[in-house]
């Protein structure tokens, strides 16, 4: 099998791309340090083609590994065919090699296995072949045996008849055919558990749907429903299409023998196909809904962290609460804290004429020009302060609400401990609120990203799944962002490519002993960082004013002689003033090509070294548009009039569509037919979480608290 060949192939590149690509994962490079040192070897792939690929990798290697296995123990019982060996070879999914094991895998004790132990193999071949002459019940006198408690034929045709109907059952082609057969024509149907019983899944009470068609949501809130016990859920195909599936394939004849495979075989549908199939489709619906969950929450979370920093802004955080009070903290432009307090806007404490003159003076003091919201609960109260108290000091601040999901995690974890230990942990949240709309990266990774909240039933997806896939999206967006190694908490630093958690803590503590970096080069002095993890990390790693200008961007180490001499073949030195405006034209009048040949520099590289040296210690998420900002009066919901039209912020994208933040606090929802004027696919097509939108209103529930908005109509 040759597994690259099948990737190339599958994902559209190079088999020498694919070559290149696995050699360095097979060398412990990490995928953002390929994405972007290894531009030349692997043809630009990006990161999210990379996982793609190393994905795709493990799982075919994992098949050859489950073939060699197969193959192995079907020798080593001594029946092994060429048919079988030609059958594992061909098998292109691990679903195929197991269907071919299923005859030769150790059973548990089942009524076929004891009827072979009772020697009644024989007799049920005979019947199988189903000959004319073959007279059955003659045929079971010969093994009616006392002690094997075999007393008269009935039972020995029925031995014979529970071996048929496994050896049916075991077929790997029927198997692979009725597959085929419950994707295309099964329906999935659920009904109420307890008609009596109100619940969230009263629409799926009375429901059903083709297996070809169903969506991934409605898969997973079936599931949920099951397993909460409100729903009964079950897969059926049109009456008879089975049955017939089976009994067409091993009923050749038409006599005595032929009656008790038809009966054998109906039996093997029914006691063990049916079951087995049917746990397969759902498993198979279930995986594929869980995997497109889990797609559609690594996309949300990029977009999250990948958000605009607030840059250069003294912000107050407020964490909105009623018995407990608002949590208040001003942090400055480096995410400092400044100042801390509590105030009562709201019953039973209710005090607006202090709380006002507690953040005015805040306010005032510290030249707070920010307010971050949390979105929890009192949010709607708190707003309604912040926008009026704004409005009294004459402006010159604004304010956003900003998801406080996972802020409660994070104040009572070990980190936030460490982190402000003269802080209790409603005071921590408060920070942490403040510093989210700051720098939602920085803040966020601190957080499991399961517990940050953008996506659809990412509680019930498999743990391990979920963790990997969000912990790449948090690594790439990290890396591709990179940080201040003068700065940067543990947390941040080990999702640094090559750096892991002891070696992120050993970073923090050289810092802290012996003062800040100076050069990159230093981190070879930091304990358990060796040469290895240094090729991995460096280019990652920002040192700002340093002995170095080159640390301070994304040039990695090994490219610096390439950067100088980049530099001079256009007629600059390293720290020119002119570089910003200059190098792209000098590099595009010399030629690329020209220039990697005088750097050693393949032309990807040059092209990145380019760009760093243009805009030194760069920030991606600068060229994004900024979050939006209010400072007016807040709307409530029964302010909101068909046909409004208002400006929101993506706060989630689901399948079936996206929830907008439009200053009312509840989200309206956009439904994916209600995104564009054209037929949208998936609403990821269409929005990102964090982007700035225009809606229209189009319906409002007061009662229920719900929006319905659209964006059809409404030029962007």
Request: glycine fraction near 6%; charge should be negative.
């Amino acid at each position: 099998m040759e597994i690259n060949k099948i990737i190339a192939a599958e994902l559209g590149i190079t088999q020498q791309q694919v070559d290149n690509a696995v050699a360095l994962l097979d060398d412990d490079k990490t995928i953002p340090f390929i994405a972007r040192y290894r531009k030349e070897l692997t043809g630009s792939l990006d990161d999210t083609q990379l996982r793609a690929l190393s994905d795709r990798l493990s799982y075919l290697r994992n098949l050859e590994k489950r073939k060699e296995e197969i193959t192995n123990s079907i020798t080593e019982q001594g029946k092994m065919t060429d048919e079988i060996a030609a059958a594992i070879e061909k098998a292109v999914t691990l679903v195929e090699v197991e269907d071919i094991y299923l005859p030769y895998k150790q059973k548990r004790k089942t009524r076929a296995s004891v009827a072979r132990e009772k020697g009644l193999e024989p007799l049920a071949e005979l019947i199988l072949a189903q000959a004319d002459d073959t007279d059955p019940e003659k045929e079971a006198e010969s093994f009616i045996d006392a002690e094997k408690e075999l007393a008269d034929t009935a039972q020995c045709l029925q031995g014979a008849m529970d071996i048929i109907a496994e050896d049916i059952s075991d077929n790997a082609e029927l198997r692979k055919y009725l597959r085929k057969l419950f994707t295309d024509m099964g329906m999935v149907v659920s009904a109420a558990a307890d008609e009596t019983l109100k619940s969230v899944y009263e629409n799926y009470y009375e429901f059903s749907e083709s297996v070809s068609k169903i969506a991934g949501h409605r898969v997973l809130a079936i599931d949920r429903g099951e397993k909460e016990d409100f729903l009964k859920v079950s897969i059926t195909l049109p009456e008879g299409v089975g049955e017939r599936a089976v009994t067409s394939r091993f009923v050749t004849g038409d006599n005595k023998c032929s009656s008790l495979v038809e009966a054998a075989a109906l039996d093997s549908y029914k006691r063990l196909i049916f079951p087995s199939m049917e746990r397969e489709i759902r498993n198979m619906l279930s995986e594929a809904a869980q995997e497109n969950a889990i797609k559609v929450f690594s996309s949300n979370l990029r977009q999250l962290l990948m958000q605009p920093p607030i840059k250069g802004k003294v912000t107050l955080g407020l964490d909105p609460g009623y018995a407990h009070g608002c949590k208040c903290a001003v942090v400055d432009d480096t995410g400092k804290v400044l100042d801390t307090a509590i105030i009562y806007i709201t019953p039973p404490r209710k005090d607006l004429v202090r709380a006002e003159r507690i953040i005015t003076t805040m306010i005032q003091k510290h030249g707070v020009t920010a307010i971050a919201i949390g979105n929890g609960t009192a949010s709607r109260e708190t707003e309604q302060f912040a926008a009026s108290l704004i409005g009294k000091i004459g402006g010159g601040v604004s304010y956003m609400v900003v998801s406080e999901a996972g802020a409660s995690v994070y104040s009572a974890s070990k980190l936030a401990a460490e982190e402000f230990p003269e802080y209790d942990a409603s005071l921590r949240s408060a920070v942490s609120i403040a510093r989210r709309l700051q720098d939602p990266l920085a803040e966020l990774v601190k957080i499991d990203p399961k517990a940050i909240g953008v996506g659809q039933y990412q509680h019930d997806m498999p743990k391990a799944r979920m963790d990997e896939a969000l912990s790449g999206v948090v690594e790439d967006c990290v890396n591709s962002v990179g940080v201040d190694l003068n700065t940067a908490s543990y947390s941040l630093l080990s999702y640094i490519a090559g750096i892991s958690k002891t070696v992120a803590k050993n970073i923090v503590a050289y810092r802290e002993e012996n003062g800040s970096f100076t050069n990159r080069k230093q981190l070879l002095k930091v304990s358990k960082l060796g040469p290895k993890a240094y090729e991995q990390c460096a280019g990652f790693l920002r040192v700002r004013d340093g002995s170095d200008p080159l640390d301070n961007t994304g040039v990695h180490p090994e490219s610096y002689d390439a950067a100088k001499a980049l530099l001079e073949s256009c007629g600059f030195s390293l720290g020119d003033s002119s570089v910003v405006s200059e190098l792209p034209k000098k590099a595009k009048k010399i030629g690329l090509k020209n220039l990697s040949e005088k750097t050693g520099a393949g032309i990807p590289t040059l092209e990145d070294i380019i760009k760093e040296l243009v805009k030194p210690g760069r920030d991606p998420r600068d060229e994004l548009p900024p979050p939006l900002m209010r400072s007016a009066d807040v709307m409530e919901l029964k302010d909101l009039k068909e046909g409004m039209e208002l400006v929101g912020t993506v706060r989630n994208v689901i399948d079936f569509g996206a929830f907008v933040d439009i200053g009312v606090h509840e989200d309206g929802l956009v439904h994916i037919s209600q995104l564009a004027d054209k037929y949208v696919k998936h609403p990821l097509d269409v929005v990102k979480v964090g982007q700035i939108v225009k809606v229209k209103v189009l319906s409002v529930d007061v009662q229920k608290g719900r929006i319905s908005l659209t964006m059809k109509g409404v030029p962007q």
